[in-house]
Protein backbone atom coordinates (compact mmCIF):
# COMPACT_ATOMS: atom_id res chain seq x y z
CA UNK A 1 0.00 0.00 0.00
CA UNK A 2 1.36 3.40 -0.97
CA UNK A 3 -1.34 5.27 1.10
CA UNK A 4 -1.15 8.93 0.00
CA UNK A 5 0.56 10.20 -2.71
CA UNK A 6 1.66 13.85 -3.45
CA UNK A 7 3.29 15.49 -6.85
CA UNK A 8 5.30 17.27 -6.98
CA UNK A 9 6.84 17.45 -4.15
CA UNK A 10 8.23 20.98 -5.19
CA UNK A 11 7.37 23.80 -7.20
CA UNK A 12 8.40 26.94 -7.70
CA UNK A 13 5.98 28.91 -10.20
CA UNK A 14 5.96 32.75 -11.20
CA UNK A 15 2.72 34.82 -10.29
CA UNK A 16 0.10 34.41 -12.28
CA UNK A 17 0.66 30.95 -13.23
CA UNK A 18 -1.52 27.81 -12.48
CA UNK A 19 -0.74 24.38 -11.47
CA UNK A 20 -2.20 21.70 -10.22
CA UNK A 21 -1.03 19.35 -7.31
CA UNK A 22 -2.40 15.95 -7.36
CA UNK A 23 -3.30 13.41 -5.11
CA UNK A 24 -4.17 9.57 -5.04
CA UNK A 25 -5.23 7.20 -2.39
CA UNK A 26 -5.57 3.46 -2.57
CA UNK A 27 -6.99 2.95 0.63
CA UNK A 28 -10.70 3.28 -1.03
CA UNK A 29 -11.24 5.92 1.59
CA UNK A 30 -14.47 8.16 0.76
CA UNK A 31 -12.87 11.03 2.20
CA UNK A 32 -10.12 13.40 0.95
CA UNK A 33 -9.08 16.58 2.06
CA UNK A 34 -6.40 19.23 0.91
CA UNK A 35 -4.58 21.21 3.74
CA UNK A 36 -1.92 24.15 3.93
CA UNK A 37 0.35 24.80 6.66
CA UNK A 38 2.02 28.05 6.34
CA UNK A 39 5.31 28.56 8.36
CA UNK A 40 5.20 28.41 12.42
CA UNK A 41 0.78 27.87 11.75
CA UNK A 42 -1.44 25.10 11.78
CA UNK A 43 -3.09 23.11 9.32
CA UNK A 44 -5.94 24.56 7.38
CA UNK A 45 -8.55 23.51 5.11
CA UNK A 46 -8.73 24.66 1.83
CA UNK A 47 -11.13 21.89 0.30
CA UNK A 48 -12.44 18.48 1.30
CA UNK A 49 -14.60 15.68 -0.44
CA UNK A 50 -16.63 13.11 1.15
CA UNK A 51 -16.80 10.79 -2.01
CA UNK A 52 -16.64 10.76 -5.69
CA UNK A 53 -18.40 14.06 -7.16
CA UNK A 54 -19.11 15.73 -4.02
CA UNK A 55 -16.73 18.60 -2.64
CA UNK A 56 -16.78 21.47 -0.53
CA UNK A 57 -15.19 24.11 0.67
CA UNK A 58 -13.24 24.20 3.80
CA UNK A 59 -12.16 27.38 6.09
CA UNK A 60 -9.18 28.93 2.94
CA UNK A 61 -10.60 28.56 -0.78
CA UNK A 62 -9.73 31.30 -2.00
CA UNK A 63 -7.85 30.77 -4.97
CA UNK A 64 -8.06 27.37 -5.65
CA UNK A 65 -10.79 24.60 -6.84
CA UNK A 66 -10.85 20.82 -6.85
CA UNK A 67 -12.60 17.96 -8.52
CA UNK A 68 -13.20 14.61 -7.31
CA UNK A 69 -13.88 12.53 -10.71
CA UNK A 70 -12.86 8.64 -8.89
CA UNK A 71 -12.58 7.64 -5.49
CA UNK A 72 -8.70 7.36 -5.86
CA UNK A 73 -7.80 10.60 -6.63
CA UNK A 74 -8.49 14.42 -5.60
CA UNK A 75 -6.05 17.20 -7.39
CA UNK A 76 -5.84 20.74 -6.31
CA UNK A 77 -6.10 23.31 -8.60
CA UNK A 78 -4.03 26.64 -8.18
CA UNK A 79 -5.47 29.46 -10.78
CA UNK A 80 -3.56 32.51 -10.99
CA UNK A 81 -0.76 31.73 -8.30
CA UNK A 82 -0.23 34.48 -5.88
CA UNK A 83 2.96 34.74 -3.30
CA UNK A 84 0.29 34.63 -0.35
CA UNK A 85 0.15 30.55 -1.64
CA UNK A 86 3.56 29.71 -1.14
CA UNK A 87 2.98 27.34 1.20
CA UNK A 88 3.23 23.47 1.71
CA UNK A 89 0.03 22.09 0.89
CA UNK A 90 -0.83 18.23 2.58
CA UNK A 91 -3.54 16.22 0.65
CA UNK A 92 -5.37 13.50 3.60
CA UNK A 93 -7.97 10.97 3.28
CA UNK A 94 -9.68 8.81 5.84
CA UNK A 95 -12.43 6.14 5.95
CA UNK A 96 -14.27 7.55 8.87
CA UNK A 97 -13.65 10.92 10.02
CA UNK A 98 -12.11 12.36 11.92
CA UNK A 99 -8.73 10.35 12.09
CA UNK A 100 -7.01 11.15 8.35
CA UNK A 101 -3.90 9.87 6.40
CA UNK A 102 -1.34 12.11 5.11
CA UNK A 103 0.81 12.62 2.21
CA UNK A 104 4.13 13.86 2.70
CA UNK A 105 3.33 17.43 0.90
CA UNK A 106 4.56 19.51 -1.63
CA UNK A 107 5.82 22.59 -0.96
CA UNK A 108 4.75 25.26 -3.19
CA UNK A 109 6.88 29.05 -3.45
CA UNK A 110 5.54 31.64 -5.75
CA UNK A 111 7.90 33.78 -6.81
CA UNK B 1 -9.91 33.44 16.45
CA UNK B 2 -7.97 30.21 16.92
CA UNK B 3 -10.19 27.05 18.13
CA UNK B 4 -7.62 25.22 19.61
CA UNK B 5 -4.95 26.40 20.74
CA UNK B 6 -1.02 25.25 21.50
CA UNK B 7 0.98 27.73 23.77
CA UNK B 8 3.90 26.54 23.82
CA UNK B 9 5.87 26.63 20.55
CA UNK B 10 8.81 24.30 21.92
CA UNK B 11 9.55 21.69 24.63
CA UNK B 12 12.96 20.64 25.23
CA UNK B 13 13.08 17.17 27.84
CA UNK B 14 15.85 14.72 28.74
CA UNK B 15 15.09 11.34 27.58
CA UNK B 16 14.13 8.93 29.94
CA UNK B 17 11.90 11.80 31.66
CA UNK B 18 8.16 12.82 31.04
CA UNK B 19 7.06 15.02 28.10
CA UNK B 20 4.09 16.94 28.68
CA UNK B 21 2.36 18.81 25.58
CA UNK B 22 -0.48 20.93 26.37
CA UNK B 23 -3.78 21.85 24.21
CA UNK B 24 -6.55 24.55 24.84
CA UNK B 25 -9.63 24.75 22.75
CA UNK B 26 -12.88 27.07 22.74
CA UNK B 27 -15.44 25.29 21.07
CA UNK B 28 -17.55 23.70 23.42
CA UNK B 29 -19.20 21.57 20.46
CA UNK B 30 -15.64 19.40 20.06
CA UNK B 31 -16.16 16.28 21.00
CA UNK B 32 -13.30 14.01 18.82
CA UNK B 33 -10.00 14.94 19.93
CA UNK B 34 -6.33 13.60 18.02
CA UNK B 35 -2.69 14.15 18.27
CA UNK B 36 -0.24 13.90 15.12
CA UNK B 37 3.28 13.90 15.10
CA UNK B 38 5.00 15.23 12.09
CA UNK B 39 8.61 15.16 11.32
CA UNK B 40 10.48 17.55 8.95
CA UNK B 41 9.82 16.97 4.90
CA UNK B 42 6.65 14.27 6.13
CA UNK B 43 3.27 14.80 6.32
CA UNK B 44 1.74 14.39 10.14
CA UNK B 45 0.98 10.87 11.41
CA UNK B 46 -1.60 9.71 13.51
CA UNK B 47 -0.42 9.22 17.06
CA UNK B 48 -3.75 8.95 19.54
CA UNK B 49 -6.97 10.03 20.19
CA UNK B 50 -9.80 10.70 22.70
CA UNK B 51 -13.51 10.67 22.39
CA UNK B 52 -15.29 13.38 24.60
CA UNK B 53 -16.93 10.72 26.46
CA UNK B 54 -13.39 9.46 28.25
CA UNK B 55 -11.16 11.48 30.22
CA UNK B 56 -7.77 9.02 29.65
CA UNK B 57 -6.83 7.52 26.48
CA UNK B 58 -3.91 4.97 26.68
CA UNK B 59 -1.87 3.53 24.21
CA UNK B 60 1.94 2.38 24.78
CA UNK B 61 4.29 5.35 26.29
CA UNK B 62 1.59 7.73 24.87
CA UNK B 63 -1.74 8.95 26.99
CA UNK B 64 -3.65 11.78 26.09
CA UNK B 65 -6.17 13.56 29.22
CA UNK B 66 -9.02 15.45 28.55
CA UNK B 67 -10.26 17.79 30.80
CA UNK B 68 -13.57 19.03 29.28
CA UNK B 69 -14.60 21.90 32.17
CA UNK B 70 -11.02 23.43 31.43
CA UNK B 71 -11.58 22.58 27.94
CA UNK B 72 -7.70 21.27 28.12
CA UNK B 73 -6.27 18.33 26.91
CA UNK B 74 -2.54 17.19 27.37
CA UNK B 75 -0.28 14.39 25.67
CA UNK B 76 2.35 12.27 28.49
CA UNK B 77 4.89 10.51 26.77
CA UNK B 78 6.62 8.24 29.24
CA UNK B 79 9.91 7.72 29.08
CA UNK B 80 10.30 9.81 26.33
CA UNK B 81 13.02 9.11 23.73
CA UNK B 82 15.29 10.85 21.18
CA UNK B 83 13.06 9.68 18.46
CA UNK B 84 10.19 11.02 19.58
CA UNK B 85 11.78 14.77 18.91
CA UNK B 86 8.92 16.06 16.46
CA UNK B 87 6.37 18.53 16.42
CA UNK B 88 3.52 17.76 17.85
CA UNK B 89 -0.22 18.79 16.59
CA UNK B 90 -3.59 18.57 19.07
CA UNK B 91 -6.76 18.91 16.62
CA UNK B 92 -10.43 18.92 17.15
CA UNK B 93 -13.12 17.88 15.49
CA UNK B 94 -16.84 19.13 16.05
CA UNK B 95 -18.38 15.10 14.50
CA UNK B 96 -21.98 16.50 14.26
CA UNK B 97 -21.89 19.80 13.81
CA UNK B 98 -21.31 22.57 11.21
CA UNK B 99 -17.51 21.78 10.56
CA UNK B 100 -19.14 18.36 9.71
CA UNK B 101 -16.09 16.09 11.31
CA UNK B 102 -13.49 18.17 9.67
CA UNK B 103 -9.80 18.73 11.92
CA UNK B 104 -9.17 22.14 13.23
CA UNK B 105 -5.60 22.37 14.02
CA UNK B 106 -3.30 24.06 16.89
CA UNK B 107 -0.24 25.45 15.91
CA UNK B 108 1.82 22.54 16.84
CA UNK B 109 4.53 22.39 19.97
CA UNK B 110 8.15 21.47 18.62
CA UNK B 111 9.48 18.83 21.10
CA UNK B 112 13.20 18.00 21.54
CA UNK B 113 14.00 15.03 23.31
CA UNK B 114 17.97 15.01 24.27
CA UNK B 115 19.74 12.03 24.71
Known amino acids: NAGVTQTPKFRILKIGQSMTLQCTQD?????MYWYRQDPGMGLKLIYY???????DKGEVPNGYNVSRSTTEDFPLRLELAAPSQTSVYFC??????????FGQGTRLTVV | DQQVKQNSPSLSVQEGRISILNCDYT??????FLWYKKYPAEGPTFLIS?????DKNEDGRFTVFLNKSAKHLSLHIVPSQPGDSAVYFC??????????????FGKGTKLSVKP
Open chain 1, 92 to 101: ASSHRQPEAF
Open chain 1, 27 to 31: MNHNY
Open chain 1, 49 to 55: SVGAGIT
Open chain 2, 27 to 32: NSMFDY
Open chain 2, 50 to 54: ISSIK
Open chain 2, 91 to 104: AASDTYGGSQGNLI
